[in-house]
């Protein structure tokens, strides 16, 4: 009987002690994420993520998977993956050594501080948005080849060489592909005056072949990166472009290179992140919201309740300012970092959080250091079998970048000088405010928000993380972190779970639509939060990476999109 007591004892303590473990206030069963043992790619198409995790199973490390899956998803998923483009990785190297590269696009020489104006003086956003003329110096064929020159273990020809069959043999359409397709047909039409690959009509299930970009990956085997650069694709790229107006020259092409930064490191609880450095704003955002909201228990307070929504809220909106002013090209402006993401500085940012009523942009701004001188895009996640971890976000900037598409090349060119701020004070395509710090100037690079991180536990990896999205890139990548931390989610449900973002300005919080109690929204606004549930955009499609307490990985592929986990 006795027995019986302590076994019943011990059943009702471990039982509870289960239950704090997942706070989840869901009716739902948790949704696990594939698990593998050994690596795992989880990235927007199943055909990357494959492409990757073979890569891996043929002994390739994962910065050897990373240019494998990155043209994979440039021939796969031209939405965002690309080669007119540019990008950020951070990686964790299986001895702990951390490190970051900036492949971001960079300003054209002829480029300058009011290009985008007219002769009011006010933005043509149309300018920075689509065609020739919103195109920066594309960095992701340098990227790739600079991480494979530094950590690379096979050869670009054993790299490339399923990537070259992808484009040859062709992939299969999905239903969310052949939407977006429709969606964006005019546009193309309209922007590259004449058809193009993609405007074509295509229907899911169709297999689409892009021989033209086999064609150019097939010179870039023979070539390297100064084929792109200096060679026939440059010089093809470059008549193009010049041709629709633009002003990218060869000299630009043969200016660019990808830049080694040292990614961003901060502290939550016990968690160390690593995260991106400027030109993105993702790593010092991320770092000051988190340590903003560091000492408030929303583990209590619980996932997506009025509590959490408004410390969270009240943090993002913070940063966001900061972001607004102080952010830019660290090679043209200076940056307060160290000051920025400090305990004290963001303390007495928080300082006038009142739980009772809503913080107004409008009674906000940056921050004051003393002696201070002054969604598209798509992340993929892999961890090898050897313990190495990467974590890279690439984009074109909005969906098919400028939807300019080079026929002989087979691939679309990126609109990222629209994240410059073409007229400090007025807002870009996601509706971002910057300054000075961040106004054009010949060769800079636009700020960004991609925020590709990593979290280490207890001095091991945890976690890889990242997602598309603009401007909600940051708040998505905090808020799967969060869900896992402080929620016991899984990671496939941290990523699955609805989201909300705010960023400054404009001043409403935005929220996934249907999938927030309809009580919090209402006590929020009770509060003055402006609330908005219409908005179609998505708020990230976040793919990540968890280690498990056993060592496996779990792979979080968001549902928003046809992300896959793959892994062996
Ligand atoms: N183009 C989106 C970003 O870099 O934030």
Redesign the pocket.
């Known amino acids: 009987m006795r027995i019986l007591y302590v076994l019943l004892l011990i059943i009702i303590v471990s039982c509870k002690k289960n239950q704090e473990l997942p706070v989840v206030k869901t009716e739902k069963k948790p949704v696990i994420g594939v698990i593998e043992k050994n690596a795992m790619v989880v990235s927007a198409r199943e055909e990357a993520s494959k492409i990757g995790r073979d890569i891996l199973k043929k002994g390739g490390n994962a910065f050897d998977a990373m240019v494998a899956t990155e043209m994979a998803l440039a021939v796969a998923y031209p939405y965002a993956g690309n080669l007119g483009g540019g990008g950020f990785m951070v990686y964790r190297k299986a001895d702990g050594q951390v490190g970051a590269i900036d492949y971001?696009e960079k300003a054209p020489l002829a480029a300058f501080k009011d290009m985008y104006l007219d002769e009011n003086g006010d933005p043509i956003s149309e300018k920075s948005q689509l065609g020739a003329m919103a195109v920066g110096v594309p960095g992701t064929i340098a990227g790739i080849f600079e991480v494979h020159k530094k950590f690379g273990t096979l050869s670009i020809e054993e790299l490339l060489t399923p990537v070259v069959a992808l484009a040859e043999d062709g992939y299969v359409i999905t239903e969310m592909q052949e939407k977006r397709l429709h969606h964006f047909k005019e546009l193309f039409l309209e922007t590259n005056k004449d058809t193009i690959l993609y405007a074509g009509t295509i229907k899911a299930k169709d297999t689409l072949k892009n021989v033209m970009l086999g064609k150019t990956l097939r010179r870039i085997i023979e070539n390297g990166k100064d084929e792109f650069y200096k060679g026939e694709t440059g010089r093809k790229l470059v008549d193009y472009l010049q041709s629709k107006g633009g002003i990218i020259t060869m000299e630009d092409l043969g200016k660019y290179e990808a830049k080694w930064r040292n990614p961003i490191q901060f502290s939550y609880k016990d968690l160390n992140i690593i995260s991106m450095s400027p030109p993105?704003s993702g790593g010092v955002c991320l770092a000051q919201i988190m340590k903003m909201i560091e000492p408030y228990d929303l583990k209590s307070y619980g996932h997506n309740t009025l509590k959490s929504i408004q410390v969270i809220t009240e943090a993002e909106r913070r940063a966001y300012a900061d972001r607004s002013f102080y952010l830019g090209d660290p090679d043209f402006v200076k940056i307060p970092i160290d000051t920025l993401i400090s305990d004290s500085y963001l303390a007495d940012r928080m300082n006038n959080f009142d739980p009772n009523k809503a913080t107004l942009s409008t009674d906000l701004s940056y921050g004051t250091i003393p002696g201070y001188e002054s969604s598209e895009?798509t992340h993929y996640s892999i961890v090898d079998q050897f313990g190495n971890a990467i974590s890279v976000t690439t984009?074109l900037?909005g969906a098919y970048g400028s939807k300019l598409y080079v026929p002989e090349l087979g691939f679309f060119l990126n609109n990222?000088m629209d994240?410059f701020s073409a007229k400090p004070g007025t807002p870009n395509m996601?509706g971002l405010l910057g300054a000075e710090a961040n106004a054009i100037a010949p060769e800079k690079r636009?700020?960004?928000?991609?925020t590709p991180t990593l979290v280490e536990k207890e001095g091991k990896l945890w976690m890889s993380v990242g997602t598309p999205g603009?401007?909600t890139?940051i708040t998505s990548v905090l808020q799967t972190i969060l869900n896992v931390k402080e929620f016991g989610m899984s990671m496939q449900d941290a990523v699955n779970a609805p989201r909300f973002h705010h960023q400054w300005l404009p001043d409403v919080v935005i929220f996934e639509p249907n999938s927030f109690d309809k009580k919090v929204i209402d006590s929020l606004k009770a509060k003055g939060y402006k609330t908005n549930e219409e908005e179609t955009r998505v708020i990230g499609k976040v793919d990540g990476i968890l280690v498990l307490p056993n060592g496996s990985l779990e792979g979080g592929a968001d549902r928003r999109g046809d992300d896959t986990a793959v892994g062996f």
């Open positions: 971001r993105s895009t984009t900037n990222e994240d996601f636009m700020l960004s928000s991609m603009g401007s890139i």
